[in-house]
C-alpha cells in the first residue's frame, strides 16, 4: 500500500536510449521508453498476448515491438498490429501510466483506478538547471522499504557515525546540533546549523576554507522526493539565514520510490558548487557522495533485514526521529485515504 | 498435476556412466543407472534408511549402494543388504519406476498408482537410426512449465522473431504463412509451407541452395515429445506432399518432461543432413540449433517470470495459436482422467 | 523447539578480536563481544532504537556502540548513553544471555524465561589443557537441522563409507564391530572396539604401528556437545580397558548448536597425540579431520535437502541407530519439559 494519484520518480532522462528500460514501481513491472519528440511511455510490461515482458522486444517507431510473436503497441499502451492477423481484437492493450519529463527526471502518475489522469505538475528541481552547479546522478537498488530510506534522510544526525570519513565530522558536534522541525500536510522541513564547526573530510577537500566553519544541512521532505541543501562558509563570514549566502554548496536531489514492499529505487543527484581556484576537486565531491549512500545502502538493508529476524520488536524513539516520524505520518494519512 | 500412465523422456542413454544420474521427473527425485546388459533402473532417490540421496552412492553389481551405511539396492527398488545386519526387514525398499531404453532415448513410466506397469510400448525415433542423417543432443533446464516448451514448439511462427539470425528468416513470412493445423486425441499436427521464400542463415550455411526455396514445418505434437521436420528443397525442385524428398533436412525430437510444476527438462535432438559437397557444415546446424534453443529458453523463462508477476492477467488469443491450444486441451483431458 | 535452561556452545575464545560476532544461537541474532577482563557479552543482536544490528558497529570500552545513531550498551544489555540526549529511558535496553570462557570454548545460557540464571557450570573439556595433545579447532556451518549431526556423531559406522581415505578403513569391519549402548536422563555413551584390524590411512600416517591395531571410539553424548575418544594400540600391546593406555589418541570436541530449526554451527577441536618420533605428522591428522568432517556436511546436507524432498517419508531402522536414537529420546523428553 502506497499514497496514490501521484507523481513518482521513474529513473532519468539519461537512462531512456534504443533498448526499453524494465523496472518495477509501486509493484508494477513497466516498460520505459521514449515516444514522440520528448516524449516518454510507461507501459505495463507485459504483451497482451502471452505475457512475455514488452522490455525483452524492440522499440519500432515509437512504440514498441515484443518480441516473440511481434506485436506492436504505441505509447497508449494500444495494440496496433498483429503480424499475420488484420483484425486487432478491443481487448488488445496494456495499461499505461502518464508521464513527463521535467528538469532531466522521469515522473510517472500512479492514479487509484485505472485511466486516472494527473491534476498537478510534477515538481521542478531548479538545481539541474543553476549555472552555479554542476551535478551528476546515480540509481541505487535498495532490499529495503522506502520509508527507511526517509527515515535515513530526514535524519541527518546519523552522518557522524556512518559517513565518518566523508561527509561526517564530530558525532557528538552532529547529534547535539539545534535542529528545528516544521511540517504541513504534505511536507516536513528540518533545519539544522553547527556553528562553528569543524569542517568534515569532503568540505575541505572541495573548498579552500581557512578554519572552522558555519554549516547548515536543510532538509525538505516531500511525498515523492527530498531536496536537501547542505553546505558551509567560513565561520561567521555570511548570515546562515541569507537565502543567497556564498561558500560550499550541495544540493542534493533524492528520489525514493517503492519498487515493491520490501524493496525501493533511490535516484539521487548532487550539484555542487565548485570553487573557481580548484575546479578539479569537485569530483571528490561526487565520489564521496557515491560512497556516502552507498554506506547508506549498507546499514540500511542490514536494519531491515534485522527488521524481519525481529519481527515485533519494540523500538525507542529518540530525539533525532522527530523529522522522520513526521513523515511517516504523512504518508501513513495518506496511505488510509 | 500431470498426465500419467504414459511413458516419459528421463534422460539419453548416453548419460549413463559408471556414477548415477539423479533428476527429478514430474516432481519426484529418481536416480537413474545402468542395471543388467542393456536394461536402466529408475529408483526413488533416497535411502529407506535415512533418507540420505541414492545418487550419493555407488554402483555396485547391476545395483546401488547408499553412501552412508551402505545399504545395497537392486534394480527392483528392493534393498538385499544392510551391511552389519542378517535380516533385511520387508519394508526397507523404495519405489521403481518401469524404463526402457530406445532409440538412445530412456524412457520412464509414469502410472497412477504405484507397481503400474506399461501397456504399451514407449514411441521410435527413427531419424536416430536413419543413416541419410547424422544426430547431436542437448539437455535444456528450464524455469518454466513444460507446456510452455510445447506452446513454443507447436507454434513456429516465432522463429523470425527470436531466432533472426540462425534458422528464422522473415518475420512477416513466418507470420502470414498457410498453416493446417488438425488433431485426435492424442496429438496434433501443424504443417506450414513457405513457398519461394528466402532461405534462413542455417539452411544457407549447409546446403547449396540456388536461390529462393520451398520450405516446411511439419510438427508433430504427441502427449510426452515431438517430432518437428523442416527443411527446404530449391523452389520448384520437387512436391512439398512428396514424403522422400530431397533438399536440406531437419528433423528434431524434442522430449519435454516435467520436472516440477514449475521446471522442465528439454531433451533435444538434431537429426539433420549434410550436403556431400560440404559435409563439414553440419556442425554449424548443430552449433545454430544449440543457439536457437537457448534462445527459446531465455524468452520462455522470461515469459514465466512474468506470468507470475502478472498472476491471473487475461490473455489475448491470437491466429498462431491454434496448435498449441489443441495441445493443451488434450493434456487438460487427459490430467482431469 | 530446543531444550532450554542449559549452556549451549557459542564459539571459540579465539573467535573474539575487537570487531563485534555476530551469530544466530537457537533461532536468536546474538552479537557476542569481550567484556571487562576475561569477560564475554552476549547480547540480542539488535539497537532499541531502529533495530539495526549491533554487530555493525564498534566495541568501546567494554560495551558495544551503535553504529548507526551511536546508542552506547553495557555488557548487562542497558543502553548508557544516547549521543545528544540527557535521558535514558528505562526500556533502552535489550537482552543479554549469560556467557562465560572455559576451556578456550564459549558457552550461552538460554533460559525459558528473560534473566533466568545458569544453575550449573557449563562442562570442562580437559583435553585443550592435556600437555599430552596439541589441539586445533574448526567451525562449520550446516544447512540442516542439529539432531542430524548428533545422528552422525553417534553412529561411526558410517566412517568406512564416508571417510574411506581418511580416519575410515574396511566398511565391512566397521559395521561389524561389537558396540556396547548404554545411557541416562542426559546422555549416551556408545563404545566400539575394533581388535586386530586394519589400521585406516590417518592412523599410519600419524603413527608408526607395527602391522594390526586394537582400535577403539568412545563417544559420549551430551545435551550440548560430544566428546569421542579415538585411538589405536598395536594389535595386542595393551588392554582397552585400560583408561591409560597409550598408542595414537584422538580426543574430538564437537559442540553442536541450533542456529534454527533448519541450520547448525558445528564447533570442534580435535586434541591429538604426536608420536616423539615423527612429530610433524600431526598436522595431517588435522587435515584429515577438518577432511573428515567436510565429507560428513555434504552428505548430511544432501541428506537434509532430501528429507524436505520426501517430507513424511517413513525411515526404516538398523543396527546402528541405537545410540542415535536414545540421544532424539532424551532431547525429545528435554524439549517438551
Known amino acids: 500500500m502506497f499514497p496514490l494519484n501521484q507523481w513518482y520518480v521513474g529513473g532519468f532522462a539519461h537512462e531512456l536510449t534504443d533498448k526499453p528500460l524494465a523496472r518495477t514501481l509501486l509493484g508494477r513491472p513497466v516498460v520505459i ?11 505495463e510490461d507485459r504483451c497482451c498476448h502471452r505475457s512475455v515482458p514488452l522490455s525483452c522486444g524492440i522499440l519500432d517507431g515509437g512504440g514498441i515491438r515484443c518480441g516473440y510473436h ?26 499505461a501510466y502518464p508521464a513527463v519529463i521535467r528538469d532531466e527526471v522521469i515522473w510517472v502518475w500512479f492514479g487509484d483506478a485505472s ?11 531548479p538545481a539541474h538547471s543553476n549555472p552555479r552547479y554542476q551535478h551528476k546522478t546515480g540509481v541505487v537498488h535498495y ?7 526517509h527515515d535515513n534522510l530526514l535524519d541527518l544526525s546519523h552522518v557522524g557515525y556512518v559517513h565518518g570519513k566523508t561527509i561526517g565530522g564530530n558525532a557528538k558536534v552532529h547529534m547535539e546540533a539545534p535542529t528545528t522541525v516544521s511540517s504541513d ?9 553547527m556553528k562553528a564547526s569543524t569542517p568534515p573530510a569532503t568540505y575541505t577537500a572541495a573548498w579552500p576554507f581557512k578554519g572552522l566553519v558555519d554549516r547548515w544541512q536543510e532538509i525538505d521532505f516531500h511525498l515523492n522526493h527530498l531536496q ?29 520510490t517503492p519498487e515493491t514492499e ?34 547508506d545502502r549498507v546499514i540500511i538493508e542490514e536494519q531491515y533485514r534485522n527488521m524481519r529476524q525481529f519481527a515485533g520488536a519494540p523500538q525507542v524513539d529518540i530525539h533525532v526521529d522527530a523529522g522522520a516520524n513526521r513523515a511517516r505520518r504523512i504518508i501513513a494519512v495518506r496511505t488510509a485515504a
Open 33 to 43: 521508453f521514449r515516444s514522440g519528440d520528448d516524449g516518454v511511455a510507461v507501459l
Open 70 to 95: 511481434g506485436l506492436l503497441y504505441d505509447g497508449s499502451g494500444a495494440c496496433i498490429e498483429i503480424p499475420g492477423q488484420v483484425k486487432i481484437p478491443g481487448k488488445a492493450r496494456v495499461a
Open 115 to 125: 485511466g486516472t489522469q494527473p491534476h498537478c505538475e510534477p515538481p521542478a528541481i
Open 143 to 149: 532490499r529495503a522499504p522506502y520509508q527507511l530510506i
Open 185 to 193: 500536510e504534505n511536507s516536513v522541513r528540518v533545519v539544522r546549523w
Open 228 to 256: 536537501i541543501f547542505t553546505g558551509a562558509v567560513d565561520v561567521g563570514a555570511e548570515s546562515l539565514e541569507n537565502p543567497e549566502r556564498g561558500g560550499f554548496h550541495m544540493r542534493g536531489f533524492h528520489g525514493v
Open 262 to 295: 520490501t524493496s525501493s529505487h533511490y535516484f539521487w543527484t548532487m550539484s555542487a558548487s565548485a570553487h573557481p581556484e580548484q575546479p578539479d576537486n569537485i569530483d571528490l565531491v561526487y565520489q564521496q557522495t557515491a560512497q556516502t549512500f552507498e554506506e
